[in-house]
């Protein structure tokens, strides 16, 4: 039986206790505030037709491309996934798609074990201490709405069950727009005169980012994330975006070579592919597309630059840390493709822009290889929160931001389906199919990836560098899931 004096000492040691214990709450709260805040700025389907990154110089992005001589960009960035849904589970999850088994767009996030047992970034932040909001596409679609469900998330406009805003589909005339049925989801054209850029779904999200900046009452430290959709099909934006790209001053893409798949291993073209390009090409609507397509880019460039202006505006300028990246790139007709959805440098390099105050130098680049896998574990490092232990699988790129010329011997992998993988290096790309079939391109004399050297046996050496470079661990396909009236 304890003695009073002994209880007296215990409930004396639980009051020091307890205020010890606030007094270091009180610290880890202060410290907290120091943490920098996050804008992360998700563009949807943006190739590298960007002013920064130089893939097509009839673009006009002088807002991104603001942006990126503030801070640094990386020109060698690629994907984990050419698809939406891998790509974002990567992104968010910080696991490779070859480690998860989430591959394509039917790949279930939720009912995948190891995905749905990470911690997904929005988590991890709140965990964290930060005030996680965000509006628009950031996860993919039906992940977003049918699975996650704004976890993570304190909150998200319009809804944690619904990320993109309300379209208001109204036009001068009957739909398709562009005359070549592939349904309205591959649509393009301009709106109705009537609709206002604060109408579009794309609008709204920027609207609501503007305003949570500038409203000046976010709990910090936060982080914001605002997804646009643009330039995703449909292509539809107002008729200004369309005039800015004259119909007969649009070339044909740069990178379109006749008969380039000649030399392209059969296996590729298991890949989700589609019909489109036969469509359009027979529609004689192959400029109109690429207008398209360029006039919603300008678009999402506004809208980046109606984001960042607010942040510049904001109170919270010197001490947020902005990352602006696009989920994968796109064809728009080279190796006979309108899609994403391959292996090759148009399907996956992407858009990387870091501004970390402090930390990145104005007009900094580096074209060492990174991948969207990356950014979960800059991000922690450069916030100071230690990662969930054992998860991810990406690399710190803070360290190239403070030293564009540090050793770096990483390369960039790219997975699509079970055992399809193309490894990126400053010089080469690799890509060996689930079959063993390969390719092999050596971007100083080729950007185009025209000439396959994969059976030159000159490139051995490299080709046996490069295989090691693969994932050893193949993970099965995970479930899939498909929303209700949804096919894709
Ligand atoms: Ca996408």
């Known amino acids: 039986m304890k ?14 206790f307890c205020v010890v214990g606030n007094i270091s709450e009180a610290k880890d709260s202060s410290q907290g505030n120091s943490k920098p805040n996050v804008l992360f700025i998700a563009i949807d389907d943006l190739n590298d037709w960007t002013g920064m990154l130089g893939g097509n110089p009839q673009a006009k992005t002088p807002n991104m491309d603001e942006l990126a001589a503030q801070g640094m960009v990386f020109t060698n960035a690629h994907c984990a996934a ?6 974002r589970s990567a992104i968010m999850s910080g696991i490779r798609p070859s480690t998860s088994g989430n591959y394509i767009n039917k790949s279930s996030l939720i009912h ?7 911690v997904l970034l929005p988590e991890f932040s709140q965990q964290n201490g930060y005030y996680v909001c965000g509006a628009g596409k950031l996860f993919h679609g039906y992940h977003f709405n049918y699975e996650v469900k704004g976890r993570g998330f304190d909150e998200y406009y319009p809804s944690k069950e619904q990320d993109l805003p309300p379209w208001e589909f109204k036009f001068s005339r009957p739909l398709p727009l562009s005359g070549i049925n592939m349904g309205r989801a591959n649509d393009w054209g301009p709106y109705h005169p009537d609709i206002t850029i604060e109408d579009t779904c794309d609008g709204k999200t920027a609207k609501w980012a503007e305003e949570k900046l500038l409203g000046g009452e976010l709990k910090e430290p936060f982080f914001l ?22 119909i007969d001053e649009i070339k044909l893409p740069e990178g379109y070579k006749e008969n380039d798949l000649d030399d392209v291993p059969k296996a590729h073209s298991k890949m989700a592919h589609n019909p489109w390009l036969k469509k359009i ?27 960042v202006r607010a942040l510049e505006k904001s109170k919270y300028a010197d001490n947020t840390i902005i990352v602006l990246w696009s989920d994968h790139g796109f064809q728009l007709g080279e190796k006979e493709r309108w899609a994403k959805y391959s292996l090759w440098e148009r399907a996956t390099r992407v858009n990387m822009v870091w501004v970390a105050p402090g930390v990145t130098k104005p007009g900094s680049t580096t074209a060492k290889p990174a991948n969207l896998l990356d ?51 400053e010089r080469y790309r ?19 990836e025209w000439k396959n050297l994969a059976d030159n046996p000159k490139y051995a050496a490299i080709k046996k560098k490069m295989r090691k ?20």
Not at 112 to 118: F, Y
Not at 440 to 446: A, F, G, Q, S, W
């Open 3 to 16: 003695t009073n004096i002994q209880l007296s000492i215990l409930v004396l040691s639980a009051l020091l």
């Open 82 to 87: 050419p698809a939406c849904g891998p790509s």
């Open 112 to 118: 995948n074990p190891i995905l749905n047992n990470s």
């Open 225 to 246: 994330g605002a997804g646009i959709f643009e330039p995703h099909l449909p292509n539809y934006t107002l008729q200004k975006y369309f005039d800015r790209f004259p």
């Open 281 to 307: 090409r027979a529609g004689g609507q192959w400029k109109h597309a690429i207008q398209a397509y360029l006039a919603c880019t300008a678009m999402a460039d506004d809208l980046v630059g109606q984001i």
């Open 375 to 425: 950014i979960y574990p800059t991000l922690a490092s450069l916030t100071g929160c230690k990662p969930p232990e054992g998860q991810l699988e990406g690399n710190d790129l803070s360290i190239l931001m403070k030293n564009p010329d540090a050793a770096w011997d990483k390369t960039s992998v790219t997975t699509f389906g079970y055992k399809n993988y193309g490894v990126r290096s």
């Open 430 to 448: 690799y890509i060996v199919y689930e079959d063993e079939t390969e390719e092999l391109y050596d971007h100083t004399k080729d950007k185009w």
């Open 469 to 488: 470079e693969i994932p050893t661990h193949h993970e099965p396909s995970g479930v899939t899931y498909v929303p209700p009236n949804r096919n894709r």
